[in-house]
């Protein structure tokens, strides 16, 4: 496995656990192509690192896209990904609203879904690989004062620690 695949919602230039990790990939050696769904961010952050071999565009919520960001993977043979989407918002209940709270539930727990369930089909086509997620301490101990961000953490993990045992117990190589 000598291929690296990053995926992440680079927020700007030089910011972000995803860009960073893009940063230390590329300055072992490694091939790196970075993903998101901000098509200005990703051209920004390709354009002013050298190094990054390619990005791709994706919103997993369409079908076709799916297909596409599949079909990335396999053609570049990327079979190592990187999972470093999610954000934050630390408002107190009694300041939280609904939107808020499911802005939080969709970056935190449902790209993840999406992200894992895609790359699937891929990795096996690949014979195997790997996907790696980055959470939070807040999936473990709550962070008082901010129940959006620690509630869609804790499901992250919920999310991740289900994924990995039926990936394990399914899939021999990813």
């Known amino acids: ?91 107190p209940l009694i300041f939280s609203t609904l939107k808020k709270f499911q802005e939080m539930l969709n970056s935190n727990i449902l790209s993840h879904f999406l992200i894992i369930k895609s790359s699937i089909i891929p990795l096996k086509h690949l014979n195997g690989g790997r996907i790696i997620c980055f959470g939070s301490i807040a999936s473990i101990n709550p962070l008082e004062g901010s129940p959006g961000y620690s509630s869609s953490k804790m499901g992250f993990k919920g999310l991740i620690e289900s994924s990995r045992k039926e990936l394990k117990q399914n899939f021999e190589n990813i």
């Open 1 to 91: 496995m000598d291929k690296i695949g990053i995926w992440g919602v680079t927020t700007s230039r030089g910011s972000g656990i995803g860009q960073k990790i893009t940063l230390d990939l590329i300055n072992k050696g490694h091939e790196v192509h970075i993903f998101g769904r901000s098509k200005d961010k990703l051209e920004n952050f390709y354009q002013n690192v050298p190094g990054i071999k390619n990005y791709f565009v994706w919103n997993l919520k369409n079908e076709k896209l799916v297909k596409d960001y599949q079909n990335y993977l396999i053609e570049n043979e990327i079979n190592s990904i990187i999972i470093s989407v999610g954000s934050g918002y630390g408002d």
